[in-house]
T-cell receptor, first 112, second 114 residues
Framework: DSGVTQTPKHLITATGQRVTLRCSPR?????VYWYQQSLDQGLQFLIHYYNGEERAKGNILERFSAQQFPDLHSELNLSSLELGDSALYFC???????????FGPGTRLTVL | LAKTTQPISMDSYEGQEVNITCSHNNIATNDYITWYQQFPSQGPRFIIQGYKTKVTNEVASLFIPADRKSSTLSLPRVSLSDTAVYYCLVGDPYSGAGSYQLTFGKGTKLSVIP
């Protein structure tokens, strides 16, 4: 158990819909990262927040957005969902911006 | 961002030492090298990180030559539970705001055979 929690564990929805994925970092960690993992694309970095502020953006689509709240939990919002958005979405946290990130169990999103 | 190249897959027998090499020819001065392990449907798990020479912890060793253009993750006496995908990452973990991100490559799928 990494100490990072993600909800929900599974999510099934239809194309065109909007969903919100939630992540609670380890106690004391200020950085939250979001990743998308699909079979054909591997593990893709989406976005990094540090203490409520966006620090870096990776391959995040304009239909996706994220935020980190004052209590440091983070949400990833995915809208106008397409079939290709079906993937595992991981959240990770770290104390600062270092490379030792602790990953959550992931949310499996299925878009039908 | 430094690009990394790893073998797609490797097989090893239980009890053997496994060495997985990662190429990163355009590594920058401030970049560190980090390795992660991932089991199916689980999030990656940090294994080891280094900047130069050799780093060892309770599960692995990381060898980095002087030119830092490659690195080798060494797993001593692997067991069936070491069957996983191993990722090599290169980047500056201490860079300033707005420029930091992790890039995972395809990874190396290690299969340990009884």
């Amino acid at each position: 158990d990494s100490g990072v929690t993600q909800t929900p564990k599974h999510l099934i929805t239809a194309t065109g819909q909007r969903v919100t994925l939630r992540c609670s970092p380890r106690s004391g960690d200020l950085s939250v990262y979001w990743y998308q993992q699909s079979l054909d694309q591997g593990l893709q970095f989406l976005i990094h927040y540090y203490n409520g502020e966006e620090r870096a953006k990776g391959n995040i689509l304009e239909r996706f957005s994220a935020q980190q709240f004052p209590d440091l939990h983070s949400e990833l919002n995915l809208s106008s969902l397409e079939l290709g958005d079906s993937a595992l979405y991981f959240c990770a946290s770290s104390v600062g911006g270092g490379h030792e990130q602790f990953f959550g169990p992931g949310t499996r999103l299925t878009v039908l | 961002l430094a690009k990394t190249t790893q073998p797609i897959s490797m097989d090893s027998y239980e009890g053997q030492e496994v060495n997985i090499t990662c190429s990163h020819n355009n590594i920058a001065t401030n970049d560190y090298i980090t390795w992660y392990q991932q089991f199916p449907s689980q999030g990656p798990r940090f294994i080891i990180q280094g900047y130069k020479t050799k780093v060892t912890n309770e599960v692995a060793s990381l060898f980095i030559p002087a030119d830092r253009k490659s690195s080798t993750l060494s797993l001593p006496r692997v067991s069936l539970s070491d069957t996983a995908v191993y990722y090599c990452l290169v980047g500056d973990p201490y860079s300033g705001a707005g420029s930091y991100q992790l890039t995972f490559g395809k990874g190396t799928k290690l299969s340990v055979i009884p």
